[in-house]
């Protein structure tokens, strides 16, 4: 998801969880090994944001399975793959709701956060990132007729409806345009597409790649990008998540990345974009 971004208030529950323990982490402590010491490395992603991850039926040569069934596929899913073998480990990917994400980490639960996550500065007090795996650019989605299809700037929305993903930069960045109605956050960016489409709002705001999967699956939809200086002031990239003080995976992930140019990265993308299931 992104250059998203965590609340104050959750950051401070993230910093309560890491002082006590989950059963996963308990189970850990009592072995005298640490679960992710096991040839394992377990990968959190929300499974629900395409094409950085998504849940499918499926089992295809990029798709890992999930514990509760299913499967899971995306861009992050191949970066976490990489990362596995690069660690000399097998992937375990663990489908979590956005929120829970640090705290599961935190929690000892996953040893790795791929989903689309930006490192913050908030977020850098409870983790440790990586450098960048991936850096896009700020859109509006919104309907083809909309009178806001021409805009070239972000002020161009003021007086429309625009919303976002709940506890993401998304919505936060709504508030960089003056007069702007700033919707409820959505609880998950497939709400926010179904409020488009119903026309409860005017235009919801996301990254590139995912809103080429979301409009290639939506035809009465169109994406808005900005002149170069008139869009949003954000932080577009993404980075790997893991423990603070985990530094030898922290320096093994980094040296993978470093394998990965920058041409593969989109090649990568591209082709997540173009299995994702709303292109189906």
């Keep these: 998801m992104n250059f998203r971004r965590i609340t104050s208030a959750l950051l401070a529950a993230v910093m309560l969880a890491g002082c006590g323990s989950s059963t996963a982490a308990s189970t850990a402590s009592a072995s005298g090994t640490d679960a992710g010491d096991n040839g394992v490395l377990r990968v959190g992603m929300e499974c629900n944001y395409a094409p950085f991850n998504w849940s499918t039926d499926t089992a295809t040569d990029t798709s890992q399975p999930l514990e509760g069934g299913g499967y899971c596929d995306g861009?992050?899913?191949?970066?976490?793959?990489?990362?596995?073998?690069?660690?000399?480990?097998?992937?375990?990917?663990?489908k979590l709701d956005w929120d829970n994400l640090i705290l599961n980490l935190q929690n000892n639960e996953i040893d790795a956060i791929i989903a689309g996550m930006t490192a913050t500065d908030e977020r850098k007090e409870v983790v440790d990132f990586t450098s960048p795996y991936y850096e896009s650019?700020?859109?509006?989605?919104?309907?083809?007729?909309?009178?806001?299809?021409?805009a070239t700037s972000i002020q161009d929305f003021s007086g429309a409806t625009v919303q976002g993903q709940m506890n993401t930069i998304y919505d936060e960045v709504i508030d960089q345009i003056e007069g702007v109605n700033h919707a409820q956050a959505a609880s998950d960016f497939p709400a926010a597409i179904q409020?488009?489409?119903?026309g409860a709002i005017d235009g919801v705001v996301s990254e590139l790649p995912v809103a080429n999967g979301v409009v290639t699956a939506n035809p009465d939809l169109a994406i808005v990008r900005f002149a170069e200086g008139q869009g949003f002031t954000a932080d577009t990239t993404v980075s790997i998540a893991v423990r603070k003080e985990d530094d030898e995976l922290q320096q093994q992930l980094e040296d993978a990345l470093g394998k990965i140019s920058k041409d593969e990265r989109n090649q990568l993308m591209e082709e997540a974009v173009e299995r994702q299931p709303a292109n189906d």
Excluded: N, Q, T
């Design 75 to 94: 861009y992050d899913v191949v970066i976490a793959e990489k990362m596995a073998e690069a660690a000399g480990r097998r992937l375990e990917v663990h």
């Design 137 to 150: 650019e700020e859109v509006i989605i919104v309907k083809k007729d909309s009178p806001y299809a021409s």
């Design 195 to 198: 409020a488009l489409s119903s």
